[in-house]
């Protein structure tokens, strides 16, 4: 009940193309959904999040959708281009349990020329 | 402003012995969290520290512990090291009453021999 499954494992797009990354959770007490970039020999940076009683987030190229009956949320890259190419993370964070993120198994995303 | 400072980046130990990290979080942070992050296991949270308390722990052996100092700062250590330690040990801070933005610092790699 803990867990967030995410997919694809990996994903390769055209630049200029959508990139779509899915996560599904259970535990209903999540509260606070982030997502996470993460570039080779670096930490996680946070990209952008949303909260359940929101169906969708835009912040430049990434829009979180989110929806709450599905337990599902998931991160479209807009335009994509090849600096985009990194790990993405989905998370959630438990209400009343401090500042511990669940975090997705990730998405390694490939954007090519 | 300087975002979170990790040290060492890396470090090489042998099986049985012991590890400090060090963790600096952003000016202002004074809540610290700690992540293990193995390419089988993925981000997992290890343990939360705000105002030299700890919030929250993960499902981690005793052999992983913590502690957080007065000016924020935070270390955490890992006694008699396993092979299956070896990995990057992440620290994220937090701003006061805004624990669901977390910003990660680039990581300790340890390799256990």
């Known amino acids: 009940q803990q867990q967030v499954k995410q997919s694809p494992q990996s994903l390769i797009v055209q630049k200029g193309g959508i990139s779509i990354i899915n996560c599904a959770y259970e535990n209903t007490a999540f509260d606070y959904f982030p997502w996470y970039q993460q570039f080779p020999g670096k930490g996680p940076a946070l990209l952008i999040a949303i909260r359940p009683d929101v169906s969708e987030k835009k912040e430049g190229r990434f829009t979180i959708s989110f929806n709450k009956s599905a337990k599902q949320f998931s991160l479209h890259i807009m335009d994509s281009q090849p600096g985009d190419s990194a790990t993405y993370f989905c998370?959630?964070?438990?209400?009343?349990?401090?500042?511990?993120?669940?975090f997705g198994t990730g998405t390694q995303l490939k954007v090519e020329l | 402003k300087a975002g979170v400072t990790q040290t060492p980046r890396y470090l090489i130990k042998t099986r049985g012995q012991q590890v400090t990290l060090s963790c600096s979080p952003i000016s202002g942070h004074r809540s610290v969290s700690w992540y293990q992050q193995t390419p089988g296991q993925g981000l997992q949270f290890l343990f939360e520290y705000f105002s030299e308390t700890q919030r929250n722990k993960g499902n981690f052996p005793g052999r992983f512990s913590g502690r957080q100092f007065s000016n924020s700062r935070s270390e955490m250590n890992v006694s008699t090291l396993e092979l299956g330690d070896s990995a990057l040990y992440l620290c994220?801070?937090?701003?006061?009453?805004?624990?669901?933005?977390?910003?990660f610092g680039p990581g300790t790699r340890l390799t256990v021999t």
């Open positions: 994220a801070s937090s701003l006061a009453g805004k624990g669901y933005e977390q910003y």
């Open positions: 998370a959630a964070r438990i209400t009343g349990g401090g500042n511990k993120l669940t």
